[in-house]
Each structure stands twice: as C-alpha cells, then as structure tokens.
C-alpha cells in the first residue's frame, strides 16, 4: 500500500510508520519537523525533535500550500494514493471560564481544519481512482467528554462526526473512513501542550506518564482494526471500558464524569 502518515517525526505518527514500513508499506512520513530541523507547535507537530523516521517530509498541516506540495509530491512519485493517515495534533484544554479563546482557535485550526485540509486535498484522487482509506486519529475524547477539556473534546468530537461523513459520502466511490480514539497513552504529545489552565495541565501530564500503554501498543491495534475493517477503532482497554460505561450506564457515566470535575475545581 501506498500510505501518507502527519505527525510523522514521533509518538504515534512514527509508530505507525515503522508498522506499516514492517509489512511491506509504502510511507510517505510527514511532519511539521522535517528531518534535522526543530519544531514549531502552532502548526500541528506532536514533536520537539525528530525521533521516528528518518526520512521525514515537512508538512505544515494548517498550510494550504504545504499541502498542496504533498499532493503534488505523491502524484509525481506513486501516482495514486491508497491510504491518508491524518495523524497530526496537539494537546490542550481548559476549564471553560479559564481557556481562551485564542486558545480554542488554535486547537481547532490544527486538530479540526488540519484534517479538514487533508480530506479535502486528497478526496478528488481517490474518487478519480474509485479507491482509498482516510483514517482520522481522533480521541477517547471525541467519545467521552470529561470535564475541563471543552475544547479538545469539541475538536475531537467533530473529527469522529467528519469521518463517519467522510465515510458516508465517499462509500460510492469505493473510499472508506475510519477513525481512531485512543485514551491516555505514553507519547511526547505533552510537549504542544499550552493554556492557561495550569492545574489541568498537570492533570492531564500525569495521567499520560504514568499510562502502562505505549505507541507502539496503540498502533499495532490501530493495523489490526484497519485490517478488520473497523470504522470505529478504540485500540486500547481502558478506552474500551469508558466508552461502553457510557454506552450501557449513563448515570454511573455521569456521575463519574461530575466527580471529576468537583475534584478539578477543589484542586484534586
């Protein structure tokens, strides 16, 4: 296959890559952080410096440009594509009188139009081929919404929403959609994190350092999901069990979505 992967420098983005390069994929890695270069996460980078790929392609996901250089980059050398991973993101949230609006704008330019930008480079190609895959890397948090992260539960939502529309709208012309909803997992992801909510903040750091679940783990989950077709792919356990309490029990889910937010404004 033939597979463009954002956010490709680190964390899951180069996870994935090293998985499908190890099956006999074609990758084209792409980040914010080409290969030797430094990052910059106003524009949707996951990484400081690179730690995947070697061979990383500069993509800035909020640049109608840039994305316009990557079409024309697999046009040249694979003449088709068969699979766009749009990967890329950056971490924020904030209790709702504490984030600001600068940064919901900034959340949703990358984590939202970023995939936006992406879907719609791409869509005409593969209906011209009558073939593709775009795979969205959402959240738990786009099914699951806890208090204090308004804003990347918002962004991530609407990513699970585009890509069932996605999936939806393209069925006809042979493209499929799928979209990935991970919970906390070990990844540098913490490093584009900004807000002006500090506690939260700290919260949420801890809760990814300490995850017993790595990349590598969500991504051989994520292969084995694509593989069975799932248009929906929670790849880890933990992830599992909260979306079904929400599913099967709404009141123990809210309550325990309420508990935690009492602890959030009691400093907990």
């Known amino acids: 296959m033939r597979i463009l992967v954002t956010g490709a420098a680190s964390g899951l983005g180069a996870a994935l890559t090293t998985a499908f390069r190890a099956r006999g994929d074609e990758v084209l890695a792409t980040d914010l952080v080409s290969t030797g270069s430094t990052s910059d996460t106003r524009a949707g980078s996951t990484s400081e410096t690179p730690a995947g790929p070697s061979d990383v392609v500069r993509l800035d996901i909020t640049s109608d440009e ?9 046009e040249e050398t694979w003449g088709g594509l068969d699979m766009l991973v749009n990967n890329a993101g950056v971490a924020g949230g904030g209790r709702l ?3 600001t ?4 704008e900034w ?3 990358i984590n939202l ?3 936006v930008r992406g879907t719609r480079t791409f869509v005409p190609m593969f209906k011209r081929q009558r073939s593709g895959h775009i795979v969205n890397v959402a959240s738990l948090a786009g099914l699951v919404h806890p208090a204090g992260m308004a ?6 939502a609407a990513v699970v929403a585009l890509t ?3 999936g939806h709208e393209l069925a006809g012309y042979g493209v499929r959609a799928s979209v990935v909803c991970p919970s906390y997992f070990r990844t540098n992801l913490m490093s584009s994190l900004r807000g002006a909510d500090e506690q939260l903040a700290g919260i949420v750091a801890h809760l990814v350092q300490s995850s017993p679940i790595t990349a590598d783990d969500i991504a051989a989950a994520v292969l084995e999901g694509l593989d069975r077709g799932d248009e929906v792919i929670v790849p880890d356990q933990a992830a599992r ?6 599913q099967n029990d709404r009141a123990a889910y809210d309550a325990v979505m309420r508990a935690q937010a009492a602890k959030l404004d009691r400093g907990m």
């Open 107 to 109: 959340i949703t330019n």
């Open 97 to 99: 009188d504490v984030a």
């Open 164 to 166: 069932e529309t996605t």
């Open 66 to 74: 840039d994305w316009a250089a990557v079409l024309a980059r697999v």
């Open 101 to 104: 609006i600068d940064e919901w």
């Open 151 to 156: 804003s990347y539960n918002a962004v991530k």
């Open 113 to 115: 139009f970023g995939v």
């Open 241 to 246: 069990d909260a979306y079904a309490l929400k």
